[in-house]
Protein backbone atom coordinates (compact mmCIF):
# COMPACT_ATOMS: atom_id res chain seq x y z
CA UNK A 1 0.00 0.00 0.00
CA UNK A 2 1.18 3.53 -1.19
CA UNK A 3 0.89 5.63 2.15
CA UNK A 4 -1.22 8.91 0.58
CA UNK A 5 0.56 12.22 0.07
CA UNK A 6 3.71 10.21 -0.93
CA UNK A 7 3.04 9.17 -4.67
CA UNK A 8 4.56 10.60 -7.03
CA UNK A 9 2.07 12.21 -10.21
CA UNK A 10 2.02 8.58 -12.22
CA UNK A 11 -0.52 7.92 -8.87
CA UNK A 12 -2.56 10.39 -8.71
CA UNK A 13 -6.61 10.15 -9.06
CA UNK A 14 -7.96 13.02 -10.85
CA UNK A 15 -11.38 14.52 -10.11
CA UNK A 16 -14.37 13.41 -12.46
CA UNK A 17 -12.55 10.46 -13.77
CA UNK A 18 -13.58 6.97 -13.22
CA UNK A 19 -11.31 4.19 -11.92
CA UNK A 20 -12.05 0.00 -10.96
CA UNK A 21 -11.76 0.43 -7.32
CA UNK A 22 -11.48 -2.47 -4.97
CA UNK A 23 -13.88 -3.15 -2.61
CA UNK A 24 -11.81 -4.66 0.29
CA UNK A 25 -13.76 -5.03 3.15
CA UNK A 26 -16.41 -3.35 5.22
CA UNK A 27 -15.36 -1.94 8.81
CA UNK A 28 -17.45 -0.66 11.68
CA UNK A 29 -15.50 2.83 13.06
CA UNK A 30 -15.71 4.26 16.61
CA UNK A 31 -18.32 6.70 15.60
CA UNK A 32 -20.43 3.39 14.79
CA UNK A 33 -21.16 3.60 11.16
CA UNK A 34 -19.86 1.03 8.93
CA UNK A 35 -17.18 2.18 5.73
CA UNK A 36 -16.67 0.20 2.88
CA UNK A 37 -12.94 0.15 2.40
CA UNK A 38 -11.53 0.78 -1.31
CA UNK A 39 -8.37 0.30 -2.36
CA UNK A 40 -7.59 2.38 -5.93
CA UNK A 41 -5.88 0.96 -9.05
CA UNK A 42 -2.89 2.65 -7.25
CA UNK A 43 -2.63 0.87 -3.95
CA UNK A 44 -4.13 4.06 -2.04
CA UNK A 45 -7.29 2.96 0.24
CA UNK A 46 -9.84 5.24 0.81
CA UNK A 47 -12.92 4.81 3.27
CA UNK A 48 -16.37 5.21 2.03
CA UNK A 49 -19.66 5.54 4.00
CA UNK A 50 -21.32 2.47 3.40
CA UNK A 51 -25.31 3.36 4.20
CA UNK A 52 -25.39 5.21 1.42
CA UNK A 53 -24.72 2.21 -0.57
CA UNK A 54 -26.37 -0.27 1.54
CA UNK A 55 -28.91 -0.99 -1.02
CA UNK A 56 -26.73 -1.36 -4.60
CA UNK A 57 -25.87 -4.74 -3.25
CA UNK A 58 -21.75 -4.37 -2.73
CA UNK A 59 -19.72 -7.39 -1.89
CA UNK A 60 -16.51 -7.39 -0.40
CA UNK A 61 -13.85 -8.96 -2.46
CA UNK A 62 -14.95 -7.35 -5.94
CA UNK A 63 -14.52 -4.44 -8.16
CA UNK A 64 -16.23 -0.99 -8.08
CA UNK A 65 -16.58 1.38 -10.75
CA UNK A 66 -16.22 4.84 -9.11
CA UNK A 67 -15.84 8.36 -9.70
CA UNK A 68 -13.82 10.94 -8.18
CA UNK A 69 -16.28 13.21 -7.07
CA UNK A 70 -13.87 15.83 -5.36
CA UNK A 71 -10.57 16.30 -4.00
CA UNK A 72 -10.44 18.44 -1.09
CA UNK A 73 -8.14 21.03 0.48
CA UNK A 74 -6.29 18.12 2.85
CA UNK A 75 -5.80 15.42 -0.01
CA UNK A 76 -9.15 13.67 1.02
CA UNK A 77 -10.85 11.65 -2.15
CA UNK A 78 -14.55 11.81 -2.12
CA UNK A 79 -15.81 8.90 -4.13
CA UNK A 80 -19.69 7.99 -6.07
CA UNK A 81 -19.88 4.13 -6.89
CA UNK A 82 -21.46 3.82 -10.22
CA UNK A 83 -25.21 4.07 -9.28
CA UNK A 84 -26.40 0.24 -11.02
CA UNK A 85 -29.84 1.58 -12.94
CA UNK A 86 -28.95 5.54 -13.30
CA UNK A 87 -26.55 7.33 -14.99
CA UNK A 88 -25.89 10.50 -15.52
CA UNK A 89 -26.77 12.12 -18.46
CA UNK A 90 -29.97 9.77 -19.31
CA UNK A 91 -33.30 10.16 -18.91
CA UNK A 92 -36.07 8.15 -16.42
CA UNK A 93 -39.54 8.38 -15.54
CA UNK A 94 -40.50 8.93 -11.83
CA UNK A 95 -43.56 8.63 -9.72
CA UNK A 96 -44.57 11.44 -7.81
CA UNK A 97 -45.34 11.41 -4.19
CA UNK A 98 -46.09 14.82 -3.32
CA UNK A 99 -46.02 18.49 -5.13
CA UNK A 100 -45.79 21.71 -3.39
CA UNK A 101 -43.35 24.78 -2.74
CA UNK A 102 -40.18 25.28 -0.75
CA UNK A 103 -38.75 28.73 0.22
CA UNK A 104 -35.53 29.66 -1.08
CA UNK A 105 -33.11 32.31 -0.17
CA UNK A 106 -34.76 35.28 -1.66
CA UNK A 107 -37.78 33.25 -3.86
CA UNK A 108 -40.26 30.64 -3.71
CA UNK A 109 -39.73 27.12 -5.83
CA UNK A 110 -42.60 25.02 -7.14
CA UNK A 111 -41.08 21.35 -6.05
CA UNK A 112 -42.01 17.69 -6.36
CA UNK A 113 -41.13 14.84 -4.35
CA UNK A 114 -40.39 11.67 -6.94
CA UNK A 115 -39.38 8.25 -5.58
CA UNK A 116 -36.18 6.58 -7.36
CA UNK A 117 -36.15 2.55 -7.64
CA UNK A 118 -34.54 2.14 -4.26
CA UNK A 119 -37.99 3.93 -2.45
CA UNK A 120 -35.29 6.93 -2.00
CA UNK A 121 -37.82 10.45 -1.99
CA UNK A 122 -35.91 12.93 -4.02
CA UNK A 123 -37.04 16.64 -4.20
CA UNK A 124 -37.05 17.89 -8.03
CA UNK A 125 -37.78 22.22 -8.12
CA UNK A 126 -39.94 22.66 -10.90
CA UNK A 127 -38.38 25.46 -13.34
CA UNK A 128 -40.47 28.71 -13.79
CA UNK A 129 -41.28 28.34 -17.76
CA UNK A 130 -42.94 24.66 -16.75
CA UNK A 131 -45.98 25.78 -16.71
CA UNK A 132 -48.21 22.18 -16.11
CA UNK A 133 -49.55 21.62 -13.21
CA UNK A 134 -47.94 18.38 -11.89
CA UNK A 135 -50.09 16.16 -9.31
CA UNK A 136 -49.02 13.70 -6.79
CA UNK A 137 -49.59 10.18 -8.18
CA UNK A 138 -48.43 11.45 -11.77
CA UNK A 139 -45.27 10.60 -13.35
CA UNK A 140 -42.43 12.47 -14.86
CA UNK A 141 -39.73 12.41 -17.03
CA UNK A 142 -36.61 13.62 -15.48
CA UNK A 143 -33.12 13.97 -16.41
CA UNK A 144 -30.14 12.08 -14.00
CA UNK A 145 -27.61 15.12 -13.83
CA UNK A 146 -25.27 13.35 -11.61
CA UNK A 147 -25.36 11.25 -8.40
CA UNK A 148 -24.37 11.99 -5.20
CA UNK A 149 -24.11 9.94 -2.11
CA UNK A 150 -26.35 7.01 -3.73
CA UNK A 151 -29.33 9.30 -4.83
CA UNK A 152 -29.45 11.16 -8.43
CA UNK A 153 -29.88 14.27 -8.76
CA UNK A 154 -32.65 15.43 -11.35
CA UNK A 155 -33.83 18.11 -13.37
CA UNK A 156 -37.50 17.99 -14.89
CA UNK A 157 -37.77 17.60 -18.60
CA UNK A 158 -39.82 20.01 -20.52
Same mark, same amino acid.
Given at each position: M??????????K??E?????????????? %???? %?????????????????????????????????????????????????????????????????????????????????????????????????????M???????????????????????
Amino acid at each position: MIIPGYYDLKHKLEEGKTYIFSFLKLVTL %ADGE %AYMVMEDPFGIRHMLLYRYYKQYDLQPDTAVRCRVDRINCTGRVFLEPEHPFYKPGTSAVFPVIRAGFRNAEYSVNRVILVKDIFDNEIEVVIPPEYRDNIMAGARVECTVKLIRKGRPVLSLNP
